[in-house]
């Protein structure tokens, strides 16, 4: 896939552009984005980031780096989360390649280890992702997946 992966924090004049979009795909409060996104400029920590993938100057794929991506195992942390590409580049890699960029960007902070909550059981697998347990959702009536990267 030939697009680019941009950091919040290389490009904090990209944040709503950035945040409206998540929003957009998740239904998600543009608030509660904002607010995370504030928290990744800031710098306090490694943790939450904020990453899109570009092809010219469109966003065609997203993801984060959040504490726990609302379940009950506060303990499974950091989270990916909000991973999405848009439905026309879906089976090019752009998913494959924001994976493969947010974890080495976090080895970089000294974070080995990634966690992602999803409902997709073959996936991640592809990415060199493995299951790791079934956790409660806030609000879900079933369990989702969890898959742990190292």
Known sequence: MNCDVIRLTDRPEMKNEMASWFHKKWGVPLEAYLESMD??????????????????????????????DFHDRKD?????????????KRGNGVAGVLLDFVCKDMKK?????????TDHDSF?????????????GEGDTKRSRVYVHK
Do not use: H, M
């Open 39 to 68: 928290k990744c400029l800031a710098g306090s920590g490694a943790v939450p980031q904020w990453y899109v993938a570009v092809e010219d100057t469109r966003i065609i794929g997203g993801l984060g780096v959040i504490d726990n």
């Open 76 to 88: 499974l942390r950091p989270n990916v989360c909000a991973v999405y590409t848009e439905p026309d």
């Open 109 to 117: 902070t000294g974070i080995d280890t990634l966690y992602i909550v």
């Open 124 to 136: 991640y697998e592809r990415y060199g992702w493995e299951f790791f347990c079934t956790v409660q």
